[in-house]
């Protein structure tokens, strides 16, 4: 039987919700608290009721995160309907209803951006983290352009840290798993004076990998080792002003997803060791191993500080100011020709330095609600496409660094006015101006070198730099049925800055997506449900492909045009206070309308075995990373075993064919992932001891497969994994 059909018989059947997170407006966001109608959400950059928030949003709370075994932002993917990471290694970029960066560069920003106590991370390579203090995360589905601005065509990722509470409270936890996988964690926060608070949160974590090499033995060439500290500081007065202090200091060595290996058995690197006179290569293609000649790397280091300012000026009107910087480097290298031989590998060095500041105004008059807002953003990026590229063992000639600047200002307002008994109309507009700056640096002398004498590239007319203006307004209808049910109707509009791309640049057009969506929410005690219905209409669609003439390269382009429309239905149930079950479906359709210039991948006709790229009509194929189908369903249940609670949870997530990249003709196959976990947590709660396992049916599924001048290339999801933890509260 399809997947399809399984997933759309049990929403049939049971119509449940999928957010299980609850607060009420004392608690934080995503808390529990037994009441579906209780979720307290900050979608419209106020504290609302999920259920009246006329957005599709998932909410996920600290102790959802603990049974659905939510360790990163990653791990999202597995539990919200739509959210896709399935990135391009070193780079992981979520997607959301096919909304998504479809660059490869580290320069690039996504397209779904994510913010932690709404200070925003820009850099894709930095991402990876565990963070022990998180209380909370929010999936904004939909274009976001008013409300979160520039990169938010896809939608939002809220992420929610504990404050410094006026008591002494802690987590602690460490885990063991399958491949020599250890994580320790914890978070500390206590009062220090009646008006200062302070909180530490602690990760660490070191894994071997789950990936064999062929040719060195090594079973942890595909390692992960990771580091993260976070201290807090709360400043209080009796006048509702708060100062919220935070530094964070992280380094992530993960090369778990550069496991490169191909399925297919690569016959261009065959081919091309032939022609040069070179041993056979060893080529690994079978899932979780590797045949590289040297270990990868994929290193971030990245220190940021943050300043968030909230004044309670009286009861209807607060001031909050969010101000931050940070700075990060990356380095990346990969064996590119996937052998024992001393071919080429490919890499770059990324550094990032970024500072903004956003000022918003929450107030309330009469029937009106609203939200104003002021926003600077400055970031330098130095990429160094072309400067770790070696061939037969020695460096190759360039190493040129692309500069990038960009320097953003915007202001928004949005207002929502009950106009009638239970109708609230809401408009809003965010008006955005930004620059950004390209130059080449060349890696020896510092100097800049002006696009027009960029060498071996005679013709090439681009300015240094260049303006962007936007205007990104939404327009909402709501109607609340009685006090657990909405339906609404919403436009919005999302923006993607243009950018410069590659070390040959190329200038890439800005993004515009408009979408139109439709509503339905109902939560009460133990029921809750969410359907919507949306269209989009996606211009600009920024693509980057291989460049089979040089795998060092890649080559960007805009898709004029694209639309998609889908439905999602997702629901909670809770059968008795013992058992809760949760489900979603999605169904999207999203293809390439007009895309007169899509790469595409054929034999070569130079050397038997190798691919190169032709220029072909992408019109009417579908977009990447937009299976036509997808689901999850999880469910637990709680034994009173009189010492404390043990509990049985299971999850499953799901989805049909789907493409990583845009390069045509290699698509990733239908899946299903189970997981599971059985937990006993203490009567006074305190201590908690799990057993999980992910991947249960050890289903080997290319999390990445595409195209190259020797063949294709594959990374794949990790295998079946068990593991168990320990933690302890108070």
Same mark, same amino acid.
């Given at each position: ?325 940070? +700075? ?80 953003? +200002? ?122 919507? +219905? ?51 479906? +999605? ?144």
């Amino acid at each position: 039987m399809k997947i399809s059909t399984l997933l759309c018989g049990a929403m049939l059947t049971m119509l449940p919700n999928f957010a299980m997170a609850q607060a009420d407006p004392a608690q934080s966001e995503g808390q529990k608290t037994g009441d579906f109608g209780d979720i307290i959400v900050t979608a419209q950059r106020r504290a609302e009721r999920l259920v009246d928030v006329p957005v599709s949003v998932n909410a996920i709370s600290a102790e959802e995160m603990q049974v659905k075994q939510i360790n990163s932002v990653f791990d999202l993917g597995k539990s919200v309907t739509s959210l896709r990471f399935e990135g391009q290694a070193p780079t992981f970029m979520p997607t959301l209803r096919g909304v998504g960066t479809l660059l490869l560069s580290g320069s690039l920003d996504a397209s779904v951006p994510v913010y932690v106590d709404g200070v925003y991370l820009p850099n894709t390579r930095g991402m990876n983290f565990d963070l022990p203090g998180v209380n909370g995360m929010q999936v904004l589905k939909g274009p976001q352009g008013t409300l979160f601005g520039r990169n938010s065509t896809g939608g939002a990722i809220l992420i929610t840290t504990s404050e410094p509470s006026g008591t002494l409270t802690g987590r602690f936890k460490i885990g063991y798993a399958k491949y020599e996988d250890l994580r320790v964690q914890g978070y500390l926060s206590g009062p220090i004076t009646d008006n200062i608070r302070a909180g530490l949160s602690v990760s660490y974590r070191k894994s071997d990998g789950y990936t064999k090499n062929i040719v060195t033995g090594a079973d942890d060439d595909a390692r992960a080792k990771m580091f993260n500290i976070r201290p807090d500081i709360l400043l209080t007065n009796n006048e509702g002003l708060s100062v919220r202090l935070i530094y964070e200091h992280s380094y992530a060595f993960d090369t778990t997803a550069l496991g490169l290996n191909n399925p297919d058995g690569f016959e261009g690197m065959t081919a091309l060791a032939a022609l040069f006179g070179l041993e056979k290569p060893i080529i690994a293609t079978k899932p979780w191993q590797t045949s590289a000649n040297s270990e990868p790397i994929n290193r971030n280091v990245g220190d940021s500080g943050a300043a968030i300012l909230n004044w309670e000026m009286s009861d209807e009107l607060t001031l909050k100011n969010v101000t931050s910087y940070r +700075a990060d480097k990356n380095r990346f290298l990969a064996d590119a020709d996937l052998s024992q031989l001393s071919f080429f590998d490919v890499g770059n060095d990324v550094f990032y330095r970024t500072f903004s500041d956003e000022m918003t105004l929450n107030g309330k008059i009469g029937k009106l609600d609203y939200v104003a807002g002021l926003y600077y953003y400055w970031g330098k990026v130095w990429d160094a496409d072309n400067g770790r590229a070696v061939f037969f063992g020695q460096p190759s000639t360039g190493g040129n660094f692309q500069h990038i600047k960009a320097e953003t +200002a915007a202001a928004f307002l949005d207002m929502t006015y009950e106009v009638a008994p239970n109708l609230f109309l809401t408009a809003g507009g965010r008006y955005s101006t930004e620059r950004k700056g390209y130059s080449l640096v060349n890696s020896v002398t510092g100097l800049a070198i002006p696009i027009e004498d960029i060498p071996d590239i005679p013709d090439l007319n681009l300015p240094d730099h260049k303006r962007w203006n936007s205007f990104t307004p939404r327009a909402v209808v709501r109607y609340q049925i009685d006090a657990g049910s909405n339906v609404y109707a919403s436009y919005s509009r999302g923006y993607k800055t243009g950018t410069y791309s590659g070390a040959a640049p190329v200038l890439i057009d800005p993004e515009h997506l408009d979408a139109y969506e439709v509503g339905f929410k109902h939560s009460s005690h133990r029921f809750s449900i969410t359907s919507a +219905a949306f269209y989009y209409d996606y211009r600009n669609v920024q693509v980057t492909a291989v460049d089979a003439n040089n795998p060092a390269r890649t080559n960007s382009v805009n898709a004029d045009e694209a639309r998609s429309f889908g439905a999602e239905l997702e629901g909670s149930f809770r059968p008795t206070p013992e058992w809760s079950i949760s489900m979603g479906v +999605a169904y999207l359709n999203a293809k390439f309308v007009r895309f007169a210039d899509a790469p595409k991948f054929v034999p070569s006709p130079d050397l038997p075995g190798t691919w190169t790229t032709v220029n072909v009509s992408a019109d009417g194929t579908r977009m990447p990373r937009s299976p036509k189908w997808s689901g999850n369903f999880a469910t637990s249940y709680d034994i009173d075993v009189g010492s404390g609670i043990v509990q049985l949870s299971a999850n499953v997530n799901a989805a049909t064919k789907n493409y990583n990249v845009a390069n045509l003709g290699f698509p990733v196959g239908t899946y299903a992932e189970v997981g599971a976990n059985i937990s006993y947590t203490t009567a006074d709660t305190h201590w908690r001891g799990e057993l999980f396992v992910t991947n249960l049916t050890n289903h080997d599924r290319p999390q990445q497969y595409q195209g190259g001048p020797l063949g294709t290339y594959a990374i794949w999801a990790p295998p079946r994994v068990f593991g168990g933890s320990l933690s302890y509260n108070f």
